[in-house]
């Protein structure tokens, strides 16, 4: 589904991504873990089109979308979370909703033809008061977004970036400062979003976490990929041990 | 009673621009300085038609066109700043505006102004008497009014205030953040162009000294007093600044006295607003909520970009 080829990329003398190669199978759930400076987030700036790679290339669905600009890569179904929240925090909890399910909002259509635009923008009401149901944040349809709790806000940018219909969802860090419960809820989720058909790829430190939810796992440090392998090989694997403890 | 009406046009042409300025920068959160240059480019486009034979009708609509375009073109290079580097640029482009209408004398006699700018007339209906050149200027401000409301609350409207909050989240659900912006300018230029029509039509004599930077930091205060991010805001803002140094003409002091006075006036209010109210009379219901605010959103956005 997504296949990366060398892809490099460096901040003046910083090599933050070097080399990095990776394939994702469509439907899997994968973990890009490392230690923190490894360039994880920066290899997730570039499948989204954030940031432009030195060398090496992107297909995503046997197309080519290294150099894209964001809101294209994000058009063609690439979905992302971001490891800082970002929701729009003026803008209500549906609004946010509604900004993420692709529907008509050029000026002419969206400003002339009400009646057109008022369909669909029930139509879209419903399918987001729908995953909203899903994530349990229903009760705060009309809440701002800034005024949710730090938890709240990771659950509506999950299910704002589920509302974007994408099938690849690229996660940073989404259970990062959560209890117990919410974290046993995220991890609920992502398997629901695999059933329904999703391919998921997520930063995580939790390597419980990512252990039990993961299908494949990538191990990163100081920029290139050192393992690729199941929860399981990833343990045991002597590079990846090394990268976390210092060897 | 012309002197009422007098007082209502003006209401009418600062609520125009009031209302388009902050619908760049209170929905789409550029902070557009040319907006007065704008407004002057309306106003010579108009001018400089009617001057050769052009209908009024035809003229207005092309000070709308003219101003479009150059919104647009500004919004080009604009919109890929942020903070206060945009607002460098967009005042750097306001300067150049105004130094093309003082040095190119060939089209705008420079400094001299253009004189004898036909009063605004409709299918031979001339607008003569100031009011009824009031029903012309409400007119088009109720239209002003609508198309804006409609837009901020359109989808696209949503779009935009989006991306005001926070582009690179926009840009991840597939918004083409740089052609709402560009959009959001070339609107607001536009109906910045009407009201210079208007303003040239109604005063019929035009010079540069009209949309320099002192007109620009009235408009701002407008939209800063009315409320940011609020339509009827923004005509409420026109309407105080436009009514509240207007009791300064009865104390029959020296009109530079005034001058100066109304200046500081302008300043004084602007000052206590951002320190009391920072969010404005009518400032976007929302924002209002947001109990332990210390400073405007406004304000940081300004700083932070």
Request: net charge positive.
């Amino acid at each position: 589904m997504l296949k990366v080829v060398g892809l490099s990329k460096s901040f003046g003398g910083v090599k933050a991504v070097q080399n990095c190669k990776f394939e994702i199978e469509r439907g899997s759930i994968v973990g890009l873990i490392g230690p923190n400076g490894a360039g994880k987030t920066t290899v997730f700036n570039l499948i989204t089109g954030f940031l432009k790679p030195d060398r090496g290339n992107i297909i995503y669905r046997r197309k080519n979308i290294t150099n894209m600009p964001p809101h294209k890569i994000a058009q063609l179904g690439i979905g992302r979370t971001f490891q800082i929240i970002r929701l729009f925090p003026q803008l209500t909890v549906l609004e946010n909703m509604l900004l993420a399910i692709p529907s008509n909002d050029s000026l002419f259509t969206s400003a002339l033809q009400f009646r057109v635009v008022a369909k669909e923008q029930k139509e879209n009401i419903e399918k987001a008061m729908e995953l909203l149901k899903f994530v349990g944040l229903d009760i705060k349809v009309n809440a701002l977004a800034q005024n949710l709790s730090y938890g709240q806000q990771k659950l509506l940018e999950i299910a704002r970036v589920l509302a974007l219909d994408a099938d690849l969802l690229l996660l940073d860090e989404p259970a990062s400062g959560v209890n117990l419960t919410l974290l046993k809820k995220i991890a609920g989720l992502i398997k629901n979003m695999r059933k329904s058909g999703k391919t998921i790829l997520l930063i995580e430190h939790n390597m419980d976490f990512v252990m039990k939810i993961c299908d494949k796992v990538i191990a990163m440090d100081h920029g290139k990929e050192i393992a690729y392998g199941t929860p399981k090989q990833i343990q045991k694997n002597k590079l990846v041990l090394d990268a976390y403890l210092g060897g | 009673m012309s002197y009422f009406a007098n007082i209502l046009v003006f209401i009418c042409i600062y609520g125009i621009l009031a209302i388009s300025l902050n619908l760049t920068i209170g929905f789409a959160g550029i902070f557009n300085l040319t907006h007065a240059a704008f407004f002057g480019i309306g106003a010579y486009t108009s001018a400089l038609l009617t001057l050769t034979g052009v209908p009024f009708w035809l003229s207005f609509i092309c000070a709308f066109l003219i101003a479009a375009i150059f919104g647009f073109l500004i919004s080009l290079p604009a919109t890929r700043l942020k903070g206060i580097y945009l607002a460098i640029v967009t005042f750097g482009f306001a300067e150049i505006i105004i130094a093309v209408m003082k040095n190119w004398q060939g089209l705008t006699r420079g400094p001299l102004g253009l004189p004898g700018i036909p009063k605004a007339s409709l299918f031979g209906f001339k607008f003569a008497s100031t009011w009824e050149f009031f029903v012309l200027a409400a007119v088009v401000l109720i239209i002003t009014y609508v198309i804006i409301s409609k837009i901020v609350n359109s989808p696209f409207g949503r779009t935009m205030r989006a991306i005001r909050d926070d582009e690179i989240a926009a840009k991840a659900l597939g918004k083409n953040v740089m052609k709402y912006k560009s959009y959001a300018m070339l609107i607001g230029a536009g109906f910045a162009g009407i009201a210079g029509s208007l303003f040239a039509h109604y005063i019929t004599f035009i010079d540069p000294s009209s949309f320099t930077l002192t007109e620009l930091i009235l408009m701002l205060s407008m939209i800063v007093v009315g409320g940011i991010a609020s339509v009827p805001g923004a005509l409420l803002g026109a309407a105080i600044l436009v009514i509240l140094p207007e009791p300064l003409r009865f104390l029959y002091l020296p009109s530079s006295i005034v001058a100066a006075i109304r200046q500081m006036l302008f300043s004084g209010i602007l000052i206590a607003m951002l320190l009391f109210k920072p969010n404005g009379i009518l400032g976007e219901r929302r924002l209002l909520l947001k109990k332990n605010a210390k400073s405007s959103w406004f304000i940081k956005k300004l700083w932070r970009g």
